[in-house]
């Protein structure tokens, strides 16, 4: 007998950033900041409001899940096959934030996307974090 594996693979990155989750917050929220450090977008903070992101590659197809403001925002992740969730965490920590980022729902057999992800998602909170540092 045998059974296909329906377990799925996360990507997580989690980061203590210094500053509060109110600015954190925004940069994860405000289209002109998520096109900053992530893509350009038509992002709506409503649950249930769909957006798109754009890249030079192509575009990912989102959909707003979950949001309370300053603590967690989820959203649908739909692009090239790949049917995932993005939910970022935001803990006060000190007298700054530990920010969670985990992007769910990677298939065994979508290796490539989950590498992808892992990179990409290094590279993004990398860029949020130059933003952050640069906007009052």
């Known amino acids: 007998m045998t059974s296909a594996s329906t377990e799925t693979l996360s990507v997580v990155v989690e980061r203590e950033i210094p ?7 925004r940069a994860l929220t405000q289209p002109y900041l998520i096109e900053a450090w992530l893509m350009k977008n038509d992002f709506a903070p409503v649950v249930g409001q769909r957006f798109g992101l754009h890249g030079d590659w192509g575009s990912v197809d989102c959909q707003v899940v979950a949001l309370e403001p300053n ?14 969730v993005v939910t970022w965490t935001l803990t ?44 009052d």
Request: charged content about 20%.
């Open 19 to 25: 500053f509060p989750p109110e600015k954190i917050w």
């Open 71 to 84: 603590r967690t925002l989820s959203y649908t992740w739909a692009a090239m096959g790949l049917e995932s």
């Open 92 to 135: 006060p920590a000190g007298t700054g934030t530990r920010l969670r980022m985990e992007q769910s729902g990677f298939r065994p057999d979508q290796q490539q996307a989950y590498q992808g992800a892992a990179y990409g998602w290094q590279k993004f909170l990398g860029n949020l974090e130059l933003l952050l540092a640069r906007e």
